[in-house]
């Protein structure tokens, strides 16, 4: 039911129903009063001289909109024309007079401010004009404090925390504090670290005996340079001698084999 300002009346029995009725009314016109957070001027129209100036004031949303009509000055009166010349000759006409300056342009409307009053004191407006612009000063009454409600819902979970990322690591000279730059894009952490290296330590003790290494081609080439050629080459004396003892030939045949053998191991 909507608030009804002479309910209960004077000396009523109290029920329930109604007056749960009256604090709803009450809380639905508490509800509807509307907070003016901004001011606009949506349009200035000119209007004709001796017209009356007006003000069109609406709210939409938290804004309070403004449409002026400003009527424009009259035209100046025509300048008169010269005397009469001398007796004599009729004069002639004297000039028109000069036609008068032109007024100052209207160059906008300006809102110097907006003052919140307090609530149920009247709205104001004050006027000025300072040759140029319209300037304007507002005071708008807030609102009443609305009834105590129920904590507000939780709000909605944030972005996810998707993981922490390491952009680069630094090597700073030795005894160079260490320092960490940290910022979040709205998903991720990033880290920028820059660490000090170490200081050169002493020579340490000498290290065992390690693996021998590789030979490389010209080692091995003059190690086989020093070695005996291969002998497959030479035959084996496989019919064995019949003389005891052996003769001259059997010695000449045990020589050449010797030199062959000899002649084959050789590089």
Partial sequence: MPYDPNYPPLNAEIESA??????????????????????QIDGVTTLLPGETASVGLS????????????????????????SDGANGADGANGADGAVG??????????????????????????????????HFLYGIPRGNNGADGTDGAIGPQGPPFAQAVVDSVNTLPPGTPATVGVSFDGANVHFVFSIPEGASGGEGPQGDQGPPGEVTNAALAGAISSTSSNSNAVTTLDTPFVNDPPTLADMEVMRAKMNELITALRR
């Avoid at 309070?64 to 100046?76: A, K, S």
Wanted: glycine share 12%; net charge negative; hydrophobic share 40%.
């Fill in 101 to 134: 300056p032109q007024g100052p342009p209207f160059a906008q409307a300006v809102v110097d401010a907006v003052t919140t009053l307090n609530p149920a004191d009247p709205a104001t407006v004050s006027v000025s004009f300072d040759g140029v612009n319209v």
């Fill in 59 to 82: 709210v939409i949303g938290n804004t309070l909109h403004f449409t002026f009509g400003i009527p424009r000055g009259d035209e100046g009166v025509q300048g008169q024309n010269g």
């Fill in 18 to 39: 109604p007056l749960r009725g009256q604090f709803n009314g009450l809380k639905d016109f508490i509800d509807a009063i509307v907070t003016v957070t901004a001011a």
